[in-house]
Every structure is written in C-alpha cells, then in structure tokens.
C-alpha cells in the first residue's frame, strides 16, 4: 500500500477529480490510428532533423532579427483576411474588428511592419479548425499529417476551407507566379516557424521520454487556447 | 577565498527558511521566492553542472510539492503501483522534474519573474507572472498552480504559454505505461535513461 497523507490524497483528489472532469477529459487525445500517425511523425522528424531544423538554424544565424520580424510580419498579415473571415463566421465580432483594424493599421506598409501591436491590436489568429470548433464540431481522432505535422481531423478539415478563404489563391496573374509565390510563402512559413521555436523544440525534444505523446498533448492544449481565445489555461484544465 | 564566501552566500539564500523571509507568506511569496533563487543559481557561474542540479533539486524539493505531482503524472497507475515501484519511481520522477524544470529555466538566463496577480480557482491560488527579458518588453506568460499542504504554499503545476507541465507529462507518462502493457517498471526505466544520458 502506498502510504498517503490526508492532505496529499486531498491535494490529489482536487487535481485530478474536483478540478472538472468534464475539463480534465478535454485534455485528452483521441488517437486511434496511432501506429500510423507515429510513423508519419518518425517520418517527419527525419525530414526536420536532416532539413528544416540546419536551414532553420542558418536563417536564424544568417539572417538578422529585424528583417526576421519583418518576414514574420508579412506572412502574418497575408493571413489576415483568413483571421477577418473566421472571426465573422465564429460571430465573434470583437475579434472581427480586432483583426480588421490589424489588417487596416498594417496594410500602408504591405504588413511589413507590425504598427498594430503598438496600437493595441495584438495577433489573433483564427482559422477555420476553430471556427468548426465554435460551432460545435469535435475535434475528432488525432492526425499527424505528412510534412504538415500535428493535426485532427476537425482542423485538417479546415485547413481546406482555410485553402479557399485565402484571397492570395484567387488572384491568378500568371499560374507560375502564382505558384512560384505560393511555394515560397509556404516554404517561407515553415522555416520562419521552426526558427521562432527553435529553442522551445530543442527543450520538448530533450526532456521527453516519448517525443510524439508530449507533442501529441502540447497540440491538443494549444488548439484548446486558440478556440477560446487565450483565455487563461488554467479555466481551461482546472 | 572570495569564491568561499560567495558559494556561503549562495548557500545561505537557498537554505534560508521561508517563514524568516517573509512574515505574511503566501502561495506569491511562494513562487517569487522559489523563482528569484532559481535564476540566481542559474547564472552563477561557478558552480559545476552537477553541483547547480543538485542545489536546484534541494528547491525543486522544498517549493514543489512532488509526491503530489508524481502521483498526478501517473494517472491512474498509482493506485495499482507496488511499494517498491512508487519509492522507484519517486525517487528517479524527483530527478527528471529537476531536469525538465533546469531545462526550462537555463533559456530565460538573465530575464527576471515579474508578478502580476494572484487569484482564486477552486481551491487552488493561481499565481500569473511574466518572465520579461531586460531587452525588449517580450516575455513569456507563466501560471503557477499552487496549493496549501500542511500550512505552507507548494507549488503543483506551472503553466508555460498555456500548455501545462503536469497535464502534458501526465499523458506523456502514460503513454510510455500503456505501451509497456501498463508497466511503471518501464517508465522508470525510461526517466532513468533520460537523466544519464
């Protein structure tokens, strides 16, 4: 028998039972096709160690941090009319005026530079994942995309509907081009991505005795933020 | 003889009782104690790799309450854990929470915790604080979970940008157990190998 104070097992009891169960299982994963999603992921860890993670790493050490956070900021505002749209369809209109004002303060100077946060108007990415998730769609069995990485199906799914709401995809001026800027943005996203969290994905990996679970729920935590909006983790898990 | 003195110090500010440092002690008191000693000992560069662990043990030890902690991160395990797997496990669980934590601890060398607020939720005080670098006015949001155990405040979760340390461990733990056909021998093991490696 395990030896146990009163005031321990108290503790314990509030931790894992008073603080809503209901809360508590909202932190777990659905993940019934885990062999295939650890494969995909060994697969893509292959491709960040061999690929992402040294061209990361040389963008970070080339390239200074002001034109960093210039990058950082276009792509971002590339993205803005996405946030614009699903905070409208989430009928969230505080974020709608937020992330329409952004968009507003940013756009003289092409999103390049990031006037909004000083006016107040911090980033507030919403996507169409959320949005399902707003409106009442679970987030399904867990998913780990090729390339892409940690997913569900709720948002894989709206990664699609993301596709088609992004006006840079409709504005066809030449089909290369548009290809051609559509690959380097996306290329663009991923190393400026993996730069920013350079250090944070060195530690996880480091102190992980099982890489892919502690990804697996530092994603599901992560989505469960962004659908409510930052509010404090703590209302979330306790 | 310098470095004599000032390893005193240092000693001396780790093991100083709480209840001398501050009169009214609360779980901020809590968390601002247990923060300012851990960036102290982080950038004192004197001390060996091993000797800052094992001083950021004794705190881990005396601000967290890790019994607590450990049974949380093994879910439902614990209840079916022998004697002899849970003092395993304690014992090798203490020394990886002490290796996470240092992890997180060693990429804010330099910063400052600063205090926001405190607050009730449930039977828990939650303690916000930002951990701001002196260069810019970033800085990353933390949460601390704390909790009165035997009349004084412990610390049980610390919640970094969101993402909650116990919550994430606790399924990571798991995970390892029920690939292992619920073996906490194998977890052990495999916090073991962590820590040695």
């Known amino acids: 028998m395990l030896r146990l104070s009163i005031k321990k097992t ?38 960040d160690t061999v690929i992402l993670r040294p061209t990361a790493y040389t963008y970070k050490s080339v390239i200074p941090a002001p034109i960093r956070e210039v990058v950082y900021n276009f792509l971002d505002w590339l993205s803005s009319p996405i946030y614009i749209v699903n905070s409208a369809l989430q009928g969230n209109f505080t974020a709608l005026e937020h992330n329409t004002a952004r968009f507003i303060a940013n756009s003289p100077m092409f999103g390049l530079v990031d006037n909004a946060t000083g006016l107040g108007l911090e980033r507030w990415p919403e996507d ?51 290809m051609r800027f559509q690959a380097t943005r996306n290329v663009g996203e991923v190393i400026d991505f993996r730069a920013r969290n350079y250090q944070k994905i060195k530690n996880i990996k480091e102190t992980s005795i099982d890489y892919y679970a502690r990804i697996r729920a530092i994603y599901k935590q992560h989505r469960n933020l962004l659908i409510k909006n930052n509010l404090s983790s703590v209302e979330i898990m306790y | 003889m310098s470095q004599l003195i000032r390893l005193f110090i240092l000693f001396s500010f780790i093991a100083w009782p709480s209840s001398i440092a ?100 449930g039977r828990f005080d939650i303690v916000s604080s930002r951990i701001v670098s002196p260069k810019n006015n970033e800085g990353v949001r933390l949460e601390w979970v704390v909790a009165k155990s035997n009349s004084t405040f412990k610390i049980i979760d610390v919640i970094i940008e969101g993402m909650s340390m116990s919550i994430t461990q606790r399924q990571e733990y798991t995970s390892v157990i029920q690939a292992n056909a619920g073996s906490i021998k194998a977890l052990v093991d495999a916090l073991s190998r962590q820590i040695t490696e």
């Open chain 1, 128 to 178: 169409f994942g959320q949005t399902l998730a707003v409106w009442g769609v679970y987030d399904g069995p867990y998913l780990v995309l090729p390339l892409l990485g940690p997913s569900n199906l709720r948002d894989a799914s709206g990664l699609l509907a993301d596709y088609f709401m992004d006006p840079t995809q409709h504005i066809i001026v030449c089909n290369d081009k548009q």
């Open chain 1, 10 to 47: 108290f503790i314990l009891f509030l931790l894992a039972g008073c603080a809503s169960q209901e809360k508590f299982n909202n932190q777990f994963v659905s993940d019934p096709i885990e062999p295939v999603n650890r494969l995909v992921f060994s697969m893509n860890d292959v491709i």
């Open chain 2, 22 to 121: 501050t009169a009214a002690f609360d779980a901020s008191s809590a968390v601002s104690e247990f923060a300012d000693k851990a960036i102290i000992l982080m950038s004192y560069s004197d001390l060996s790799e091993t000797e800052r662990r094992d001083k950021f043990e004794q705190l881990v030890q005396k601000y967290f309450d890790l019994p607590v902690i450990g049974k949380f991160l093994l879910g439902k395990y614990w209840q079916t854990a022998t004697q002899a797997e849970w003092d395993a496990y304690l014992k090798v669980f203490a020394k990886n929470i002490v290796y996470t934590y240092a992890r997180q601890l060693d990429q804010y060398f330099g910063q400052r915790l600063v205090i926001y607020g405190i607050r009730k939720n």
